[in-house]
């Protein structure tokens, strides 16, 4: 049990080292009147989205935010509609409009399914050595609220489908999966063809894995 603690510290330091994302910096108001303008009608204004496939960005820390962002505009990760909303934002515009969702109040939890609670969480917190899933917990937090030095973002109540769709995407990596070829999360990799933390993480879970850990996040706090 010590000799597998220490393996999966060991891992987790190692994707950890990766470079600190720096975020220009950035003007609230004027990242405001860009909220208001193009992403209020999808995140809503206070970043507290209420369709299910669109993610809440309020209070999310903002080296996350700016980085996804970034990731839209130059295709590292790709998403038709998110694409089109960045195309005509420069660097500025969107260091200021992820400086202002990250100062929103942060959203609220859903609440989950009770029946597969306890499983999910003794995946969470532990993972599946047997399996090779290391635990979410080590970077995303017990609680799930991310790590904001690290751009590891929160996942506690974030929409349970948005969860089971991003987790699709980064599972599909190099192997056929059930998400469209216009959509794909292939960034964190430290070397070109190499999987990043999450695409890594994924690969090893299966969809009951996804359902039960999507249901739970959606209402961890
Ligand atoms: C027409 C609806 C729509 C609009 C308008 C929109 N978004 Fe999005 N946004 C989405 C959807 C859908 C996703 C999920 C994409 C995916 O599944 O990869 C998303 C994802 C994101 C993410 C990634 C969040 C995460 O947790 O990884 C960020 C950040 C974001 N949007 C910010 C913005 C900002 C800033 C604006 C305004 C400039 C904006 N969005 C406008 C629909 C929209
Ligand atoms: C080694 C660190 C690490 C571990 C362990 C890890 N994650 Fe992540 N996770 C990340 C990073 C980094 C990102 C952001 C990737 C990016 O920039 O697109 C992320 C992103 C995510 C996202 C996308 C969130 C969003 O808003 O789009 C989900 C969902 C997620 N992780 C779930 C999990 C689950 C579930 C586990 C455990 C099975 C897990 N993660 C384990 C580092 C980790």
Redesign the pocket.
């Known amino acids: 049990m010590k000799k597998l603690l220490a393996a999966t510290s060991l ?2 330091a190692s ?2 080292a990766h470079a600190v994302i720096i975020v220009p910096e950035y003007d609230v108001n004027a990242g405001q009147a860009i909220a208001e303008n193009v992403c209020a009608a999808c995140h809503g204004l206070n970043g507290v989205s209420v369709v299910p496939t669109q ?1 809440n960005l309020g209070g999310q820390n903002v080296r ?1 935010l700016y ?2 962002l970034m ?1 839209f505009r130059t295709g590292k ?1 790709l998403n038709g509609i998110m694409q089109a909303q960045v195309a005509n934002l420069s660097q500025q515009d969107i260091a200021n409009v992820a400086g202002y969702f990250s100062q929103q109040a942060p959203w609220g939890v859903g609440y989950g399914n009770p029946a597969t609670a306890q499983a999910a969480t003794k ?2 917190l532990g ?1 599946d050595s047997t399996r090779g ?4 917990s ?3 937090g017990p609680k799930a609220g991310g790590n904001a030095y ?4 929160r ?1 506690g109540g ?1 929409h349970a489908q ?2 089971g769709i ?2 699709k995407m ?1 599972r599909a990596a190099g192997r056929e999966d059930d998400v469209t070829k216009d959509q794909t ?1 292939t ?2 990799a430290e070397k070109e063809g190499q999987k ?3 695409q890594t ?2 690969s090893k ?1 299966s969809d009951n ?1 996804i359902k039960i ?1 999507s249901d739970y ?1 959606s209402a961890v706090h």
């Open positions: 891992f987790i994707f950890s993610p996350y980085k996804q990731d990760r995946l969470f993972g899933v290391i635990p979410c080590g970077c995303h690290a751009a590891f973002p996942l974030q948005y969860i991003q987790l980064f999360r960034n964190d990043g933390m999450m993480v994924a879970l894995d850990l996040l």
